[in-house]
């Protein structure tokens, strides 16, 4: 399709636009519009390199002086703004000044941008109409974005910018760092260098930015300006009153500027002929064009057409406008061929150049499934019909200082989420200090220590979120409550661990084998600062632990301790030792937070050991020998925890109850008017709920609820906190089998109802 | 039946265990070509990590790692043939099915988490680009990429395959499905190969694979470095966006909850059988509504326990007057009578609707029916028709009935608690509702 396209552009007016796909309108009628769209295009890339080289002469505050008296003269003439329409008030005055105003700010930035980057890396970031950039927009901010082709499109975006940010070698890069501050012409544009130069990127970078800065301030301008022009009477007549409002506020700069700069221009008259391209092409056939054709055509149309052109001639002048076959369009002959080198050709340019075509097709197509509506019924003539009022008002949006305020509300609430709170503030403002410290002295080492903070803080956040929704009520899919969370939580933090413990094993290994030379200056006050962190939040977060143990040691029965062995020769022992008896299936998340933090306090250890022997002794080898000893401390320790939860997400008869539940069951069978029972499951839930099901066989002459009572009493003291008991009587397995259950449950059944039968005609008779 | 055998401990250590299990395992055909997969992979995964180290690049390891997570779904794999051979023991009551389950989710988790170590390492790497030397990067890439097919392909993983269908697409998913749309918009002929699901592991495999020979070109051609960080980056992400479904899918069986398909079947079945945790007058006779609840519930459950409530067991001597009276307060429950019966012989009666023969929802394990929705409340009002086996074709009770059924859903939410601690308090509730009953 873009081959096609572009042929089309290249052939001229005689190319159809048959190709393109559907179009609703007669194509036929739309191809001059989309003919003529190109060609304006092509001519405003023209237009833009021309203005690059003549804003190398002109200061920038000048050129869009002239540029904006020219177009005001001509859109007076063309528009009588004055002579036509009603009158304008006084208040409406007032926002043309405005208009006028935000209108010569975003001039400003865009044609700075245009000499830091060049006219290529300007076109193609500038160029986007307004329904790409709108588009693109929601779908980074807003949560309907409109389907993954949307999503694409963003992404495409995206990548293209990177692209020219990160892999285009512009050569004027180099060129442009050397100069010195201070030369330049104007304080504005000195303002606008030391700005750049403030954030740290080369010039032509820093144009890139403002570049992207300056489309989204031109389109929020003219979506803000759309009423406006409807007041005034038409956006022709804002524009005409606009530009003239402009050149009046720049008039007396200019004034100023050229009484106290000299000029860099030999003859004001040789620049005639290019100031009148310019203004033709970038200002005033661009601007009529366009809105002829978005009134003939769809928005969305006209800016995939438009796109298209002025990318790929773009790219064509930036190859060919300094050879020589483009002199005859160059209306500045004099700056030949000296300076071809600069804001070249590039591959990042190349590639960033398709992703910008591509986006702006995707972005620019209408979305089709963008609006989703909820079906509400039928049509009597049998169409369906949607309510597409829904999508608003779902997004009540909270304000988010008050979501943020409830949300720490909650967290505050209980012990155990204060204290992951706590400690991860702590632990963040480390990281903080660590990172801002490492940027200051340019120290590589702190800032990826850092960056493995944070990695750890991501296990520390999901313990706070596993600790809150632990909280939420009961709802209808998480039909026991939300309890069970902190358990599977802490399951992905024992395997997190574990992958830790992995990649400190695999390092460290690869460090026995090949000891690499460190400089161990800086590590030890960063494993202090380290340790003393953890060993606040162990402090903590132990004293959490005995104190929620203390409160439910009541019914926890540890009677076995067979995996304590894994936890031999750990140096903390003590601790390690409790906490395996403590939160056995307990509070799997505190657990698995709390092995995080101890295995941070094990590293800084190892750490502050290992610089201790190598500064001593000056063996390297204990670097990675503690590493490998760490590692293997990690993955011990963790074993216990993953073995705990992996008993609870497997649904076992919790260990602790298994005594209780025995002698209830024995119990059970005591209870009269009870024959049998059957499926008996028991298992923890979560914390607090210890769950169970059982089906008990009775004779038909008791009361069902009685028993239901005697029973749930008996499993309630044996801890099952949440029973539901099937009481079946003959009567039960008789209508069972009646109804038409499957061949096999049948059988089943009359097996039951056989040992049924048994004790009623045999040993049980009342 | 019924006695759990206790205290049984662990005599062999829990290699000696393993190692039996193992045997157990290994006595099965099957499972001799996954063991052989899973020693190539082993050799493979060790070469590929050499040649990461080797070449420095992230990107490698990022795929590297799928490879790895290949390994663990060949033992997911092997977990499910171990798990169909065991029976339930009493500690595990219901079966190790949810092992299987268990090892999906570890299994998804841990390539997620080592997405996000890529995620760090890059973050790192941004800031001091080292050399990517490229010697072995294409070789490592195509061993990986053709390893990763050939075990995808060649081997059919019963767990991860269900959980690939069942779970929600992933991002790369949606994406890919879009673009072959548009594919197939233009040449119709595509749309066969193009248009079903594609398999995620798949797709991830060869977007990974493509990312990895892009890095290869752009770092021949002119040195970009930082490709091989951003592909690294976008493998992983890849990787989040493959295995974030997956696990929540199967993190939501672990957590318990009541599986989304059951939900709309067990409306339906409400709509037209009645519901669960029953509440039936005295007169009725019990064991006939468990009865029927159980059938109809018990192509939905398949480990079902019905308790029936009886409401006024505590008051025996309120009784008669309307029910409707207090039917309408209790709104937390669904109020839907049970059809009417029209058999008149206990033993033999004849069913009003018959039982759907519906595929049975996941919910324990995988492809099992599921369990432990089990414990629910049914409310059965219609009380007469079931004690006397009479037909009485319109009970002064219906029409009261039919305005309770004509607010359907407002008890939606709340009718399929399956929690069972509260009945204390409900028998609080309906003391005092019930007041006002003569």
């Not at chain 2, 590929?48 to 799928?66: E, F, K, R």
């Not at chain 2, 002929?189 to 070109?217: E, H, K, Q, W």
């Not at chain 2, 359907?408 to 005092?432: C, D, K, L």
């Amino acid at each position: 399709m873009e081959e096609k396209y572009g042929g089309d552009v290249l052939a001229g007016p005689g190319g159809g636009s048959g190709g393109l796909g559907p179009v609703d309108v007669p194509s036929a009628r739309l191809t001059k519009y989309i003919v003529l769209l190109c060609v304006t295009k092509v001519l405003k890339a023209v237009g833009l390199f021309e203005s690059y080289d003549l804003l190398k002469v002109v200061h920038i505050v000048q050129f869009i002086f002239i540029l904006k008296l020219g177009t005001a003269f001509f859109m007076v003439l063309f528009q009588k703004p004055f002579s036509s329409g009603k009158s304008i008030t006084k208040r409406q005055w007032i926002k043309i000044f405005k208009h006028a105003v935000a209108g010569c700010i975003i001039s400003l930035l865009w044609f700075f941008g245009l000499t830091l980057c060049g006219p290529l890396r300007t076109l193609l970031l500038f160029e986007h109409s307004d329904i790409v950039v709108i588009s693109l927009l929601s779908v980074l901010f807003t949560s309907s974005g409109g389907g993954p082709a949307k999503t694409r499109g963003a992404a495409f975006f995206i990548i293209a910018v990177i692209c020219l940010l990160l892999f285009d070698n512009d050569d004027l890069m180099a060129k442009m760092a050397e100069h010195p501050e201070g030369h330049h012409d104007s304080a504005l544009t000195h303002m606008l260098y030391t700005a750049i130069a403030f954030l740290g990127v080369a010039d032509h970078k820093g144009g890139v930015l403002l570049l992207v800065l300056a489309l989204c301030c031109k389109v929020g301008f003219h979506t803000a300006s759309r009423k406006l022009s409807i007041d005034v009477g038409g956006t022709k007549r804002l524009q005409a009153l606009s530009h003239i409002v402009s050149v009046l506020l720049l008039c007396p700069w200019v004034i100023v500027l050229s009484v106290t700069t000299e000029s860099k221009v030999e003859s004001w008259f040789s620049l005639i002929m290019p100031f009148t391209t310019v203004i033709f092409f970038v200002m005033i056939l661009d601007f009529y064009v366009d809105s002829i054709c978005s009134v003939k055509m769809e928005v969305s149309k006209c800016a995939r057409y438009g796109s298209f052109p002025i990318f790929i001639s773009a790219l064509l002048f930036g190859n060919f406008w300094t050879h020589p076959i483009t002199d005859q369009l160059r209306a500045i002959n004099k700056a030949a061929h000296q300076e071809s080198t600069e804001h070249v050709l590039s591959g990042g340019v190349v590639v960033s150049a398709i992703f910008f075509i591509l986006s702006a097709n995707i972005l620019s197509s209408p979305s089709k499934r963008g609006q989703k509506g909820t079906l509400i019924g039928y049509s009597p003539e049998g169409t369906p019909l949607y309510n597409f009022m829904g999508d608003a008002f779902q997004h009540s949006s909270q304000s988010i200082p008050r979501f943020i305020k409830e949300s720490l509300k909650q967290i505050l609430e209980e012990n155990d989420s204060r204290q992951i709170f706590y400690f991860l503030c702590l632990n963040l403002l480390f990281t903080f200090v660590e990172l801002f410290y490492g940027v200051l002295t340019n120290s590589l080492g702190l800032i990826s220590d850092g960056f493995h903070m944070l990695f750890d803080c991501s296990a520390l956040v999901m313990g706070l979120f596993a600790a809150l929704m632990s909280r939420w009520k009961a709802t209808r899919i998480f039909s026991y409550g939300y309890g069970r969370i902190e358990i599977l939580s802490g399951f992905i933090n024992g395997l997190f661990l574990v992958v830790i413990a992995f990649f400190v094993f695999m390092e460290s290994v690869a460090r026995l084998i090949d000891p690499p030379e460190l400089d161990t200056h800086m590590l030890t006050p960063v494993s202090v600062g380290g340790l003393i962190v953890n060993l606040i939040g162990i402090c903590a977060f132990s004293h959490a632990h005995n104190h929620t143990h203390g409160a439910s040691q009541g019914s926890c029965h540890s009677s076995d301790h067979s995996h304590s062995h894994h936890v031999h020769g750990h140096s903390d022992h003590g601790h390690g030792h409790s906490h395996g008896s403590a939160g056995r299936g307990m509070n799997a998340n505190m657990r698995g937070v709390f092995l995080h933090v101890l295995a941070d306090t094990l590293g800084s250890i190892g750490v502050i050991v290992s610089t201790i022997l190598i500064e001593q002794f000056g063996w390297f080898i204990a670097d990675p020998l503690c590493s490998l000893f760490i590692a293997i401390l990690i993955f011990l320790s963790v074993v216990p925890l993953i073995k705990d939860a992996c008993q609870v997400l497997l649904l076992r008869l919790p260990p602790e109850y298994e005594k209780e539940l025995h002698i209830a069951l024995e119990k059970l069978q005591k209870i009269e008017g009870l024959i049998s029972y059957r499926d008996p499951h028991f298992w923890r839930h979560s914390a607090n709920i210890v769950a169970g099901t059982i089906h008990i066989q009775v004779t038909s002459d008791v009361l069902e609820q009685r028993i239901v009572q005697q029973v749930t009493g008996i499993l309630k003291d044996a801890g099952v906190n949440n029973l539901t008991i099937q009481v079946e009587k003959e009567a039960y397995f008789q209508h069972m089998s009646g109804l038409s259950t499957g061949f096999h449950d049948v059988l089943a059944m009359t097996k039951q109802m056989e040992s049924m039968k048994y004790y009623k005609d045999g040993t049980y008779i009342m | 039946m019924g006695t759990i055998h206790l205290f049984r401990k662990p005599q062999r250590s829990f290699f000696g265990k393993l190692l039996q299990e193992f045997r157990l395992v290994a006595a099965d055909r099957r499972s001799w070509k996954i063991l052989l997969f899973g020693a190539i992979n082993l050799t493979c995964t060790g070469f590929l990590l050499m040649w990461c180290s080797s070449t420095n690049s992230i990107a490698l390891t990022a795929y590297t790692y799928l490879t790895i997570f290949d390994l663990f779904s060949l033992m997911t794999c092997l977990i499910s043939y171990w798990v169909m051979m065991r029976k339930p023991s009493p500690a595990y009551s219901f079966g190790f099915e949810r092992l299987e389950v268990l090892a999906v989710f570890a299994s998804t988790v841990l390539a997620q988490l080592g997405a996000l170590f890529i995620l760090k390492e890059s973050a790192e790497r941004f800031l001091e680009q080292p050399e990517i030397h490229t010697g072995r990067l294409l070789v490592g890439t195509f061993v990986a990429l053709s390893f990763n097919l050939f075990t995808m392909l060649s081997i059919r993983n019963k767990p991860f395959a269900y959980v690939s269908e069942a779970a929600s697409t992933s991002w790369l998913q949606e994406h890919v499905a879009d673009l072959s749309r548009s594919l197939c918009g233009i040449i119709p002929g595509l749309s066969s190969i193009f248009l079903p699901r594609m398999n995620p592991f798949v797709l991830i495999d060869l977007a990974g694979a493509f990312a990895l020979c892009i890095t290869y070109m752009l770092i021949e051609i002119n040195n970009y470095f930082a490709v091989d960080t951003a592909s690294a980056i976008a493998i992983a992400l890849m990787t989040f966006g493959t295995m974030y479904p997956m696990s929540v899918y199967s993190g939501k069986v672990l957590l318990q909850t009541t599986p989304p398909h059951v939900i709309g079947q067990l409306d339906k079945l409400i709509r037209e059988a009645g519901s669960v945790h029953v509440r039936i007058r005295r007169d009725a006779n019990e064991q006939m509504v468990l009865a029927h609840v159980t059938n109809r519930l018990y192509t939905l459950v398949s480990t079902l326990t019905v308790q029936i409530f009886k409401d006024d067991w505590i008051r025996p001597a309120l009784l008669s007057g309307p029910v409707a009276a207090n039917v309408l307060n209790f709104s937390d429950h669904h109020i839907i009578p049970m059809p009417p019966l029209k058999g008149t012989d206990d033993s033999n009666p004849v069913t009003s609707t018959p039982a759907k023969p519906s595929s049975p929802p996941p919910e324990f394990s995988f492809n099992t029916p599921g369990k432990n929705v089990s414990p629910v409340i049914l409310l059965n009002t219609q009380t007469r028709p079931y004690g006397l086996g009479l037909n009485h074709g319109h009970t002064p009770y219906s029409s009261m009935l039919n305005q309770g059924l004509g607010v359907p859903g407002i008890g939606a939410t709340q009718g399929f608690r399956t929690g069972f601690t509260n009945i204390p308090s409900r028998y609080g509730t309906n003391n005092r509702i019930g007041q006002p009953r003569p």
